[in-house]
């Protein structure tokens, strides 16, 4: 019987059942980063953060049991046009008026100009999720939020999609099309569109105010990609019967890490307690010794 390994939740499934698969992928970007070295970055991450872990990660951690998956993602470019209106301010005076025999107020005056810029963008490779299960994260029963920390990747060296690359690591398909993921590029558009005015406007110094914005779509060109990561889980059963997994994950371009580990609330309650009590009892005797030289 063929079985595999299910790279969120290390349970082992039977691959005689039919599984539904998704689009084939226009690209892929091969692992970068081996094996040895991913365990590696996940052993360095997970022990700098050992002491406030629970015993049991802490005894049960085994950086070797990190699993190669390809994870669906779209990339778009996108020819636009941007309208942005808005409000800039441009300060002309600052004063302070006392209110009170230890208080005051800081006011300021300035300049209201309106402010409009209408300009063209090209977006080229913006990286989408494409997967329905992590856009949509229930932080009460896993972390895989984390995963799209790991973005940008390199996906301009992507090549055509061949099976041969992916040797042993597995793949998740994917389940959003264009049309699920098309308003989510189209805002980032717009973010983008701020964003590249933003050297534009700085002579505003009290800042701009945007209160139309307008984004117009002439032309976008879609690929799916398959992007690789090296996967840690470690499932913890809480006290009410759930089971929340924890994820650290290697981008498998770059090495970058991002992951989280389950904590010893105990712990960490009782050093902040003690850091508490230290900085109260170090500020006491300063603020003591204030009070008798006034």
């Given at each position: 019987?063929?079985?595999a ?96 025999e ?23 490779d ?6 329905a ?62 964003e ?87 500020a ?11």
């Amino acid at each position: 019987q063929l079985e595999a390994r299910c790279h969120w939740c290390r349970s082992v499934l039977s691959i005689n059942d039919k599984i539904p698969n998704g689009a084939v992928p226009d690209g892929i970007l091969p692992f970068a980063i081996s094996k040895t070295d991913a365990i590696a970055r996940i052993g360095e991450f997970a022990g700098a953060r050992k002491f406030f872990a629970l015993k049991r990660f802490r005894d049960e951690f085994k950086p070797d049991n990190v699993l190669a998956v390809y994870l669906p993602y779209m990339t778009v470019d996108g020819n636009v046009s941007a309208r942005l209106h808005g409000f800039g301010e441009v300060q002309t005076r600052r004063y302070t008026v006392k209110t009170g025999e230890n208080t005051s107020t800081t006011y300021y005056d300035a300049n209201l100009f309106d402010v409009v810029r209408d300009f063209d963008l090209h977006i080229d490779d913006l990286i989408i999720e494409s997967s329905a299960g992590r856009s949509h994260i229930d932080n009460r029963s896993n972390t895989n939020n984390i995963i799209n920390s790991l973005l940008p990747y390199d996906v301009k060296n992507m090549v055509a999609f061949d099976s041969n690359y992916m040797g042993e690591a597995s793949a998740e398909k994917r389940d959003l099309n264009i049309d699920d993921v098309a308003g989510r590029a189209h805002a980032q558009f717009l973010t983008m569109a701020r964003e590249s005015v933003r050297d534009d406007i700085v002579g505003y110094d009290r800042g701009v105010q945007w209160t139309d914005e307008d984004l117009e779509v002439h032309g976008s060109r879609w690929a799916s990609v398959f992007l690789p990561v090296w996967l840690y889980s470690y499932p913890v059963h809480q006290d009410d019967g759930s089971v929340m997994v924890h994820y650290i994950a290697v981008n498998g371009r770059h090495g970058n890490v991002m992951g989280s580990v389950p904590i010893n609330k105990a712990r960490l309650w009782g050093v902040t307690a003690l850091v508490t009590a230290i900085t109260a009892l170090v500020a006491w005797p300063l603020g003591f010794a204030a009070m008798v030289a006034g």
